[in-house]
């Protein structure tokens, strides 16, 4: 069982609200990502900090943000929800290197009416 | 563009049954792993397979890769049950710094 949590894992708010989806590991690892998912499909990563104080963007553009205050701690902000950000929210960690695999949490599922 | 590509998109087989899957993708690649996704729930990693590896077995997994074919496939023998999930293949490609590209995925429906 990885050591990687999500919350909350699921949300419902309305248009224009903000929302933090929360993001913590006790592993000790210095990579953590964030991938969007909607049902039946690819993984998107849409962030990414290879340790504290580094964030970068993924492939899919997206209107959130995230901080690396923290090792274990990655959380992920919409400042304005809408409908199109409607999605499942994966987060997942790794060890630095190119050979380790990728430990995921349970993944938060956004709907915004 | 996804760097993996992944057929068939669904499969269903019944209990006792080997469940085969493909992956292709683009570019060269460090290493191609394969993760397992049940409904609704986070990603369990499976299997790491590195460029200059050709087969990797683990437990009732065997996993080959073929890089001048650009191509792995996924081999689940006598499945259960409790295989049913979507499987998906992801890349880290060579210029990547280690980021995974995941394909779209197979849904396995194994009946008893």
């Known amino acids: 069982e990885a050591d990687i949590y999500q919350t909350p894992r699921y949300l419902v708010i309305g248009t224009g609200k903000k929302i933090t989806l929360e993001c913590s590991q006790t592993?000790?690892?210095?990579?953590m990502y964030w991938y969007q998912q909607d049902p039946g499909m690819e993984l998107h990563l849409i962030h990414y900090?290879?340790?504290?104080?580094?964030?970068e963007k993924g492939d899919l553009s997206s209107e959130s943000t995230v901080s690396r205050i923290r090792t274990e701690h990655f959380p992920l902000t919409l400042e304005s929800a809408r409908p199109s950000h409607t999605s499942q929210y994966l987060c997942?960690?790794?060890?630095?290197?190119?050979?380790?695999?990728?430990?995921f949490g349970p993944g938060t599922r956004l709907t915004v009416t | 563009s996804q760097q993996g590509e992944e057929d068939p998109q669904a499969l269903s087989i019944q209990e006792g049954e080997n469940a085969t899957m493909n992956c292709s993708y683009k570019t060269s690649i460090n290493n191609l792993q394969w993760y397992r996704q049940n409904s609704g729930r986070g990603l369990v990693h499976l299997i790491l397979i590195r460029s200059n590896e050709r087969e990797k077995h683990s437990g009732r997994l065997r996993v080959t890769l073929d890089t001048s074919k650009k191509s792995s496939s996924l081999l689940i023998t006598a499945s259960r049950a409790a295989d049913t999930a979507s499987y998906f293949c992801a890349t880290v490609p060579t210029d990547s710094w280690g980021k995974l590209q995941f394909g779209a995925g197979t849904q396995v429906v194994v009946t008893p």
């Open positions: 900090s290879y340790g504290v104080n580094s964030t």
């Open positions: 997942a960690s790794s060890e630095k290197g190119l050979y380790y695999e990728q430990y």
């Open positions: 592993m000790g690892h210095d990579k």
